[in-house]
């Protein structure tokens, strides 16, 4: 069972920057890959997703300001956080999924917004 394990969660000002990255345990290469994220009372939102193609699409709130990234070589995903929110606060969770047959989360990490 490949796991994902992310990493780069913590607390920052409003206007500031966070850089979270997310590892596998296995290769990325065949799969898309995705950040989400889940503020308190809301539902689970996608933030990020780069094809294995490399081609990316952004939630709206995000547009402008977020970067997804993927290391092939590393397994590895990341997620630019820039000019952050408060309303950015969340639990951010990374995804890979290959058509049905590969849907795995992480344990996700938290991100704290401060005004």
């Known amino acids: 069972q490949v796991q994902l394990v992310e990493f780069g969660g913590g607390l920052v000002q409003a206007g500031g920057s966070l850089r979270l990255s997310c590892t596998a345990s296995g290769s990325i290469r065949m799969n898309h890959m995705s950040w989400y994220r889940q503020a308190p009372g809301k539902e689970r939102e996608l933030v990020a997703r780069?094809?294995?193609?490399?081609?990316?699409n952004y939630g709206d709130s995000v547009k402008g300001r977020f970067t997804i990234s993927r290391d092939n070589g590393k397994a590895t995903v990341y997620l630019q956080m820039n000019s952050l929110e408060p309303e950015d606060t969340a639990v951010y969770y990374c995804?890979?999924?290959?058509?049905?047959?590969?849907?795995?989360w992480g344990q996700g990490t938290q991100v704290t917004v401060s005004s």
């Open positions: 995804n890979m999924k290959r058509g049905t047959i590969l849907d795995v």
């Open positions: 780069i094809m294995s193609s490399h081609s990316t």
